[in-house]
Each structure stands twice: as C-alpha cells, then as structure tokens.
C-alpha cells in the first residue's frame, strides 16, 4: 500500500523558515521522482518543486525560486521541503506527490494528504 505523509507544517512569522518531509512507504522510493505542490484557498494546486530519483535534477516554480530548496534521503525514504525567506502568499496546504517515470513537469501518480503553513505578516 503506497503511503505518503506530509509533516513539519505549522505557523510562522514572514522571514521565517520552515521544513516539511514526506515519509514514504509501500513503493520503491529510489526510483521514484518526487514534488511538492501547495494549494491555498480559493486556488488552483500549484507545482512548488520536483526532484528527480537521483536528486541529481530539481526544478522550481517561479514564485519559490532562491526562497525553497528540495531534497530527498533516499536511504530513509524521505523526501524535503526547506523553506526560507517565507512569505504570507506562501500560506498555503503543501502536498508531497511520487512518480515512476517522465520529467519532473509531468503528471504524478501519488498524492499525501498534505501539511498546513500558514505565514503572517
């Protein structure tokens, strides 16, 4: 059974940083590339960052760049979101999601629950 668990959200002032970790199981997480997406109130999921099986490739959006660093453990199953600088347009739910195969744009097949971060001003 795949599982995905986001954790690590929570409140933070703006300039601030958090980090959120996906723990992982019931799939070969080496080979998997994974992502964060958040979706906030009233919006549209958006892509936040993806990072190949490797973790030799990454890929950001443009609202995060500079600001958000993702990582993977690969021995532990765990995937990361560092998130610095923080901003009250950040608040958001942040969503960690898997796939097999394609390019870190492409669709992903599984999808945790996701984890609040809510930034104020």
């Known amino acids: 059974q795949v599982q995905l668990f986001e954790s690590g959200g929570g409140s933070v002032q703006a300039g601030g940083s958090l980090r959120v970790s996906c723990e992982t199981s019931?799939?070969?997480?080496?080979?998997?590339?994974m992502a964060w997406f958040r979706q906030a109130p009233g919006e549209e999921r958006a892509f936040v960052a993806g990072?190949?099986?490797?973790?030799?490739?990454?890929r950001y959006g443009d609202s995060v760049k500079g600001r958000f660093t993702i990582s993977r453990d690969n021995s532990k199953n765990v995937a990361y979101l560092q998130m610095d600088s923080l901003k009250p347009e950040d608040s958001a739910v942040y969503y960690c999601?898997?796939?097999?195969?394609?390019?870190?744009?492409?669709?992903?097949?599984?999808w945790g629950k996701g984890t609040q971060v809510s930034v104020s001003s």
């Open positions: 999601a898997a796939a097999r195969y394609g390019s870190l744009a492409e669709p992903y097949q599984y």
């Open positions: 019931g799939f070969n997480f080496g080979i998997y590339r």
């Open positions: 990072i190949s099986w490797k973790g030799g490739a990454t």
